[in-house]
T-cell receptor, first 109, second 115 residues
Framework: KNEVEQSPQNLTAQEGEFITINCSYS?????LHWLQQHPGGGIVSLFM???GKKKHGRLIATINIQEKHSSLHITASHPRDSAVYIC???????????FGTGTSLTVIP | GAVVSQHPSRVICKSGTSVKIECRSL??????MFWYRQFPKQSLMLMAT?????????EQGVEKDKFLINHASLTLSTLTVTSAHPEDSSFYIC???????????FGSGTRLTVV
């Protein structure tokens, strides 16, 4: 069993739709990251969360530490949002990260 | 914001040769850098943690004599894949810590193909 589970694995949406990607983890963490990986491979760090909620533009990330769950929401989705979204958790001690296998999002015009 | 520049973005090399990948922090000092590998359709896997001025810490199963990591300055870490084999073909990416409260930033990755 992976320490970090993401759902769904693949997601296709129409432009303008509200999108939610979920991440559950089973270990104690100091922080959770949401990353965006474009087809060329480059990775962009979207959010780092240790509690509550963060918003950046059309992206919103929430985390519930007690339930060990985080969600990434995209409002008014756009084709340029098409990418793989990866949830990564940093363990309480040290620098070890565990990564989810990613959610591949395709937004259709 | 904090930027990590990674070069090259793509490299093709022959079996048996060595390839060096550089990660440079452009506007901050990175005392710790992390090297990851990603095989097709798989998640990122941590290979090693690189600390400035000391030996890198390798994850289980990663050959330290094959993947040489040097972190000689606060702004540069290098990963050298020695005697590359086709099974080393992968996507390699680095990240750097920009302070406990500031998270991590990632390089743009290097796609290595060994022929």
């Amino acid at each position: 069993k992976n320490e970090v589970e993401q759902s769904p694995q693949n997601l296709t949406a129409q432009e303008g739709e509200f999108i939610t990607i979920n991440c559950s983890y089973s270990v104690g963490i100091s922080a959770l990251h949401w990353l965006q990986q474009h087809p060329g491979g480059g990775i962009v760090s979207l959010f780092m969360l240790s509690s509550g909620k963060k918003k950046h533009g059309r992206l919103i990330a929430t985390i519930n530490i007690q339930e060990k769950h985080s969600s990434l929401h995209i409002t008014a989705s756009h084709p340029r949002d098409s990418a793989v979204y990866i949830c990564a958790v940093r363990l309480l001690t040290g620098n070890q990260f565990y990564f989810g296998t990613g959610t591949s999002l395709t937004v259709i015009p | 914001g904090a930027v990590v520049s990674q070069h090259p973005s793509r490299v093709i090399c022959k079996s048996g040769t060595s390839v060096k990948i550089e990660c440079r922090s452009l506007d901050f000092q990175a005392t710790t850098m992390f090297w990851y590998r990603q095989f097709p359709k798989q998640s990122l896997m941590l290979m090693a943690t690189s600390n400035e001025g000391s030996k890198a810490t390798y994850e289980q199963g990663v050959e330290k004599d094959k993947f040489l990591i040097n972190h000689a300055s606060l702004t540069l870490s290098t990963l050298t894949v020695t005697s590359a084999h086709p099974e080393d073909s992968s996507f390699y990416i680095c990240s750097a810590s920009i302070g406990t409260n500031y998270g991590y930033t990632f390089g743009s990755g290097t796609r290595l193909t060994v022929v």
